[in-house]
């Protein structure tokens, strides 16, 4: 199986191509995430961006893109790109390969290993796709990059998260912006080591409940959430639940009701979110069929830890400002304020300067 490298740069643009309406960009659509991703030399992105251009199969644009100070150009396809990603995939997808002594179809090592179809290409050539296919036990499919960089204090709420999962059934993790719940469960996930599926699924904004029961289709062959769930032990995640629509409401909330069997759920919501998309009742965690989970910000001893430099009274007056925000703390260590959308440029200025402040 062979594909050239503009094949493979619509093939990862593709898997992009829910960012479009979004005010910040990832890294992987810019040249350099484009030359990672597709596993050539930086170099050879330009050429063969100029000739996908060309043929009307991607358009360019500046825009502001995570972890960089300036705009920068991004990629997106085209609906004529659109259209031949599509031909691309059905043209390979059956594609057969011998592995192992056994003869798979592209489309079936997609369902079995849930990846795209890039990176079943990678590894095919790479021949990493002998070892993914003795190890794969169970389905994991994530919306989200599990690897965890920075992880201070939060023991506490792994302790619950860890007793709610030897007997829970749902789980619901309640925080503002940058309280750190998408970390606080990759460290769960990272310590728990669940042997189940695992399905992360991210909730940004209008997605619905049947985009859900799609990915349940492709990976199960069934669009029946409960019918799964009852019969393949999973541990499901909806990660930034806020803003959804009433059928997605309604779904979770008949979920609350069941029978699971062996699967679990857990639900980070944003502590902001409406009284009517809220799927449980208080009286579900007073009978204990939800267990809940509030995050407050973090101590001034994990702040003290995140900015060990920065003189005393700037950091007090940090802690003020921040209340312990995870999210913002850690912009600050790092210094970059880009990727926080929920402050204005003067607080921004503001805390960039008390950072500025260390000590001698």
């Not at 170099?43 to 300036?70: C, M, Q, S, W």
């Not at 079995?112 to 590894?123: F, N, R, V, Y």
């Not at 799964?228 to 541990?235: E, H, I, W």
């Amino acid at each position: 199986m062979h594909l050239r490298i503009a094949e493979k740069i619509l093939l990862h643009l593709y898997d992009y191509r829910v960012y479009e309406d979004r005010y910040e960009y990832p890294f992987e659509i810019t040249q350099q995430g484009i030359a990672k991703r597709v596993g050539i030399s930086t170099a050879h992105v330009p050429r063969n961006i100029k000739k996908l251009i060309e043929d009307g199969f991607i358009y360019a644009k500046k825009g502001h893109v995570t972890g960089k100070k300036k705009r920068v150009t991004v990629y997106f396809l085209t609906r004529k790109g659109v259209m031949e990603v599509k031909k691309i995939i059905e043209r390979t997808g059956a594609s057969q390969v011998e592995i192992n002594s056994k003869t798979y179809k592209l489309e079936d090592l997609k369902k079995k290993l849930s990846l795209p179809s890039l990176d079943i290409i990678a590894k095919i050539e790479t021949g990493e796709i002998k070892n993914l296919l003795q190890e794969q036990k169970r389905i994991v499919f994530r919306e989200v990059n599990l690897s965890l960089q920075i992880f201070v204090d939060r023991e506490g709420e792994v302790e619950k998260m860890m007793n709610w999962y030897s007997s829970g059934k749902i789980l619901s993790i309640i925080g503002g912006r940058g309280m750190g719940k998408t970390t606080l469960m990759k460290r769960f996930i990272e310590f728990a080591k669940p042997k189940e599926n695992i399905l992360w699924f991210h909730i940004y904004e209008g997605r619905t409940w049947d985009s859900v029961k799609d990915i349940f289709k492709n990976l199960f062959n069934k669009d029946n959430v409960l019918e799964v769930l009852r019969s393949n032990p999973t541990l499901l995640i909806f990660d930034n639940y806020y803003d959804v629509d009433d059928t997605f409401v309604a779904a979770l909330n008949s979920l609350v009701k069941e029978n699971l069997e062996k699967s679990k759920i857990i639900v980070a919501m944003r502590s902001d979110t409406p009284f009517y998309n809220r799927f449980y009742t208080l009286s579900d965690v007073a009978e204990g069929t939800v267990t809940e989970i509030k995050l407050e910000g973090l101590p001034y001893e994990c702040a003290r830890e995140l900015l060990p430099h920065i003189k005393e009274e700037a950091l007090k007056h940090i802690y003020r400002l921040t209340k312990g925000n995870p999210l913002l703390l850690t912009a600050i260590r790092e210094e970059n304020m880009n990727k926080i959308d929920f402050l204005n440029p003067d607080q921004k200025h503001l805390l960039m300067y008390l950072a500025s402040q260390k000590k001698r």
